[in-house]
């Protein structure tokens, strides 16, 4: 099936709606196996059956009105843990977008005679496949095709008590992904080699976040203007000046001292010399912000457009590089956007802490900083509006950089997200870039890496956990990969940004002697040790290390998490309060993050949790009973 990038990029968000709905019980996502695989898209293992709502596990039938779309399925995903797999229904516990073969077939509430089958022999399948079971009275009348990811979301929220705003919202945003993603597919960044600089990997993100239904997200705050794709250069942006009133703005340790380079920088490339006044304080801030500005801040001063710079985006679109102004820093920019469900500001509890965590803390913590190096934060400031939510839009930290002298250090450094991603122009672009750069081109090179990638992993990022009781948040976009630039071995790892931190104060109290200096309310702080373990869980398991065994296809034969298993057992004490939450045999579900749960209850900085079939335990393809 040969499909538009309009097509794909549907497709790229339905499925992660669907992912979301079914994986954060939302929904009930049944699982109809097939005896002999379809010929379809390399086989087909079986059916999704969504429903639009949540039913009771020991549901008999429904009507064709609950179903919300079918979607076969590569192999057979991970079922319910409680459920029985001689049962007449499996219900599935996690579904991923990338168990999902891309056709989605959609019910009508009512059947309609004179509609055509577009995909006759897959509906047939399924509807001899309900009622096998007398679960459904469904005709080809009521199978229609995928009508795209908005009609899914509109289904679905018609059957939940939602808010107008949240509901229309979501869509929009849903909308934004959609053709965002569409332009990525049109547009696709050049394939990276092993030898680009890590601005380049940075940039060459097609997708992105594997699961997150606005992953794709490019959404501009009013009083933006609303920038369809290709209308702007968000990687490519330019940095502008305004002073503000030193009175009205909190600055932590030498923010002027720090970004006196960019200053300098900019009279130069405008041939005259950017003044201000003794009471006031210069802040760099994106072009995009200028709008905010103005709009929130009467009192800023906006320097003309001569004093501009050019900027080098990394993946986050916030975070900067700012060529000849600087070696081993960078700038981290508050903007306007909302990327996936968050608005890409920088709140002033963020810009208190970061610089304080990084003097105080980070020394402190145990770790062996042969194989981890935290990028600290150095320096920030953000306005004192009372409002904290107008106040992040003022808002900049300057942050150290290694990826700009890596190579002083024999180093690559390539960010985690971009080693999972294809879809790139040029020579084998179609492949998963860790594949491709890597040469991992049979299944023995491909468990060898995982081994060494993981066991690293692991080495760097469990000691401040299990110890100081701090879980950075390891995603992919927050670790950078470090590389012998000469044999290509991991050496270590590069962690950056603090927002998603998790600090259980009594712990690291008590294992440090510090009292973190923090304003009251920060998201970061857990109140339990399993809270802890809930975001190292989520962050390190069920996102980094998951997408990776995917796309390393080491996932349905259970070998990548057989690796992992080993490697928790070999670096966890049988004795931490981890070992039992992670690997006792009677976890089958841990914490995970929802998403959608989320986002439908305006939450981005709180995070809610729902339980999610625990991966570590997870062996491969279990077969069910298909009679």
């Not at 960019?262 to 950017?274: F, G």
């Not at 009251?520 to 802890?532: C, K, N, Q, R, W």
């Amino acid at each position: 099936m040969r499909l538009s990038a309009r097509q794909r990029a549907e497709f790229a968000t339905a499925s992660r709606i669907l992912s979301c709905l079914v994986t954060e019980s939302l929904v009930t996502g049944l699982y109809l196996p097939l005896e002999n695989g379809l010929n379809l898209e390399g086989g087909v293992a079986g059916f999704a059956v969504v429903l639009a709502e949540e039913l009771s596990p020991d549901i008999t039938s429904f009507r064709p009105d609950h179903i919300l779309a079918i979607i076969p399925l590569h192999h057979h995903p991970i079922f319910h843990p409680s459920d029985d797999l001689n049962s007449v229904w499996i219900r599935i516990g996690l579904l991923d977008p990338s168990d999902m073969i891309p056709l989605i077939l959609e019910i009508e509430s009512t059947p309609q005679d004179d509609r055509v089958d577009e995909y006759p022999e897959i509906a047939t399948l399924v509807i001899d496949l309900l009622k096998r079971h007398e679960a459904c009275e469904l005709s080809r009348n009521y199978v229609v095709a995928f009508r795209g990811a908005l009609s899914i979301w509109k289904k679905f929220a018609a059957c939940q008590v939602l808010d107008d705003k949240i509901r229309i919202d979501i869509m929009e945003e849903y909308s934004s992904s959609i053709e965002w993603q569409a332009y990525a597919y049109e547009n696709p960044p050049k394939v990276p080699s092993f030898m680009s600089p890590s601005i380049d990997w940075e940039q060459s993100i097609v997708e992105g976040h594997p699961t997150h239904p606005m992953h794709k997200t490019r959404y501009f705050l009013p009083p933006l203007p609303n920038y369809p794709p290709g209308s702007y250069d968000l990687l490519h942006p330019r940095l502008r000046f305004i002073s503000l009133p030193r009175e009205s703005v909190k600055a932590t340790y030498d923010f002027e001292g720090l970004t006196s380079p960019v200053l300098k920088l900019a009279s130069l490339k405008a041939r005259k010399e950017l003044t201000f006044e003794a009471d006031r304080i210069v802040i760099p801030v994106h072009e995009l912000q200028l709008v905010h500005i103005q709009d929130k801040f009467p009192e800023a001063q906006i320097y003309p457009e001569d004093f501009s710079l050019p900027l080098l985006a990394q993946q986050s679109l916030r975070s900067v590089v700012v060529p000849d102004a600087y070696r081993g820093i960078h700038l981290k920019l508050g903007v306007g956007i909302k990327l996936t469900s968050a608005v890409r500001t920088i709140s002033p509890e963020s810009a208190y802490l970061g610089p304080r965590f990084s003097a105080q803390v980070v020394p402190a913590l145990t770790m062996d900083r042969n194989i981890v190096t935290v990028a600290r934060e150095l320096a920030s400031v953000v306005h004192c509006h009372p409002n904290g939510e107008i106040a992040k839009h003022c808002a900049a930290i300057v942050r150290e950089c290694y990826e700009d002298t890596s190579e002083d250090r024999g180093e690559r450094l390539i960010v985690c997200t971009a080693l999972v991603e294809k879809g790139h122009s040029g020579l084998d672009g179609h492949l998963p870039s860790v594949v491709r750069v890597f040469n991992l081109n049979t299944q023995a090179k491909k468990l060898r890496w995982l081994e060494k990638f993981v066991s690293i992993f692991l080495e760097a990022f469990l000691p401040p956990m299990l110890h100081n009781g701090v879980a950075f948040e390891c995603h992919p976009q927050n670790c950078v990969a470090r590389f012998d630039i000469e044999s290509k071995e991991l050496k270590g790892f590069v962690i950056r940004d603090f927002g998603g931190l998790r600090v259980h104060l009594q712990t690291l109290k008590a294992s440090t002697g510090i009292d973190m200096d923090f304003l009251e309310g920060h998201s970061i702080i857990a109140p339990t040790l399993d809270d802890v373990y809930t975001r190292m869980y989520h962050t390190i398991i069920h996102n980094h290390f998951q997408q990776l065994i995917r796309v390393l296809g080491l996932h349905y034969n259970g070998l990548g998490w057989d690796m992992v298993r080993d490697q928790l057992h070999k670096q966890i004490p049988q004795g931490h309060p981890l070992y039992d939450s992670w690997l006792s045999p009677e976890r089958k579900t841990l914490p995970g993050k929802c998403f959608l749960r989320m986002r439908m209850s305006s939450m981005y900085r709180f995070h809610l949790h729902g339980p999610f079939p625990n991966l570590i335990h997870y062996h491969g393809v279990e077969t069910p009973n298909s009679e």
